[in-house]
């Protein structure tokens, strides 16, 4: 069934790929996203304006391009969420959005993803600054039991030599370091729901530049990954963590591969959309901590997280992606085959 927030911004688009330029009142760069897409309505009710590309093009720069690999089941949400994060930052962007392309999604209308987005095999030969995979609903599943795992590391494998850095989030997180590094994911007694503290682990990691001592993130999910399999490969390191949540953000040392476990990019209504609907499917599920004042579902949640996704986002965009990826995307196969040995768990 298609949901209503997603029917919805369908319909309030055409499948027509005109590219539009989209810039921020705070004299942000653009980012540069299909013209039609659902997500530029919700974007430029949010003061996000058109700029025209002709503009953009006059401007001596390269924009980032970014290919987004969206798991999600709900794409057009998610697309939303992630394009506000890369919005905010004084950089251009190119995003391009990527899904598997042998698996039916049951959420959002096939128009949608014949219009806005392209397979595998459509940009095998493209070069991308950075690759963002998002989370799936298939923790419960072993991973090669997936039914498109081999596609996903068909893509986790491209995007070693075709993209200059990765950001991993929740299950695309647990996927990668599982297919990079051999660590398993384990199930969880109960579902870790909510809002969590959580602190830095490693001191002046330019990925965290700017956090708070204690920071807040939204978990969703069943399964973890666990400091000890982390810790037994030479390559990763975990820089936050929580007491209650556990590993938060680790990532590659030369910090082309971020892995991050909870849903920074969540809308403030999010978690109670998703509490709604395992109530509604009769599923056991506890009320989403330090989310509601009091634990009260009839009182509106507290976004505390909004300010830690942004900065994170930015700092990932700026020191991690702008400043060490290289001019010319084509050096990107030469750069991973001269590091080919320090990516490998070995």
């Known amino acids: 069934m298609i949901l209503e927030d997603e029917r919805s911004s369908l319909k309030a688009s055409s499948c027509h790929t005109e590219e539009a330029i989209f810039f921020s009142k705070e004299k942000l760069m653009p980012i540069k996203i299909p013209n039609q897409l659902p997500a530029s309505q919700t974007l430029a009710e949010e003061n ?10 006059h401007q001596d720069i390269r924009p980032l391009r970014i290919v987004i690999l969206n798991l999600m089941p709900t794409k057009i949400t998610t697309e939303t ?23 039916a999604s049951k959420n959002t209308p096939e128009e949608h993803l014949l219009a806005f987005y392209k397979t595998l095999d459509q940009i095998q030969a493209d070069f991308y600054d950075a690759l963002i995979i998002t989370g799936a609903p298939v923790e419960h599943l072993p991973f090669e039991e997936v039914d498109y795992w081999d596609e996903l590391t068909a893509i986790l494998d491209w995007g070693r030599t075709h993209a200059y850095a990765s950001f991993f989030i929740c299950w695309g997180a647990q996927a990668a370091l599982n297919h990079y ?22 001191k002046n990691v330019m990925l965290l530049r700017g956090f708070d001592d204690v920071f807040y993130a939204p978990h969703s999910r069943h399964t973890e990954i666990r400091r000890a399999d982390i810790e037994k490969v030479p390559n ?13 953000i680790a990532a590659s040392r030369d910090g082309r591969q971020v892995f991050v476990t909870g849903h920074s990019e969540y809308d403030p209504l999010t978690l109670q959309k998703e509490y709604e609907r395992d109530r509604a499917a009769g ?60 990516v490998s768990g070995a």
């Not at 996000?48 to 093009?57: G, H, K, P």
């Open 48 to 57: 996000i304006f058109v700029m025209d590309e002709t503009r953009a093009l």
């Open 181 to 202: 590094y051999g660590i398993p994911k384990y199930p969880l007694a109960a579902k870790q729901f909510g809002v969590f503290k959580h602190h830095v682990t490693e």
């Open 236 to 248: 990763l390191q975990v820089l936050a963590e929580s007491d209650e949540a556990g590993i938060y």
């Open 81 to 103: 969420q992630l394009l506000r994060l890369l919005g905010n930052t004084p950089l251009q962007i190119e995003v391009e959005l990527l899904r598997i392309r042998n698996h």
């Open 283 to 342: 599923l056991p599920i506890q009320i989403p901590v330090n989310y509601y004042p009091n634990d009260d579902p009839a009182q509106p949640p507290l976004d505390r997280w909004r300010s830690h996704a942004h900065l994170l986002f930015a700092n990932w965009i700026n020191y991690y992606v702008y400043q060490n990826t290289p001019y010319d995307l084509n050096q990107v196969a030469d750069l991973a085959q001269a590091a080919a040995g320090g």
